[in-house]
């Protein structure tokens, strides 16, 4: 069984998909681009991207009753991995322990124009 989760902490779905899923004991965030849910707006800086794509998986995954610290895995998207160090630095604010399994790839292009997307799966 599944459950679908929506939250206005974190930008709509710009497509025929969820926020997230429940099913079971296990969020399934969709890939968050680094929109502020409040304004809409896209930072310019790949840190600042990053930052606000982790902050909405965040809100998503505290509105399914989890949190960063029940990740067990992260997908990072980039557009250009020379911005790999800086995007680490970044996400090691967020993830301080027990580190979730990770990938990180180079795609010729995202959403919107957008730099970074990243998704997370969770245990609740």
């Known amino acids: 069984m599944k459950q679908v989760l929506t939250t206005d902490r974190a930008p709509a779905a710009i497509g025929p998909y969820s926020q997230a899923i429940i099913s079971g004991n296990v969020v399934y965030v969709s890939g968050q681009l680094p929109i502020d849910p409040k304004t809409g707006q896209m930072p310019e800086k790949v840190t600042d991207q990053a930052r606000q ?15 960063l610290d029940k990740a067990l895995r992260v997908g990072i998207f ?21 580190h979730p399994a990770r990938s990180t790839v180079q795609v010729a292009a995202l ?11 969770a245990g609740l």
Do not use: H
């Open 53 to 67: 794509s982790l902050q909405n998986v965040k809100a998503i995954l505290e509105a399914a009753g989890s949190s």
């Open 78 to 98: 980039m557009t250009d991995l020379s911005g790999f160090a800086a995007v680490n630095e970044i996400y090691a604010t967020f993830f301080t322990q027990n």
């Open 111 to 121: 959403p919107r124009g957008a730099q970074i997307e990243i998704e997370a799966v």
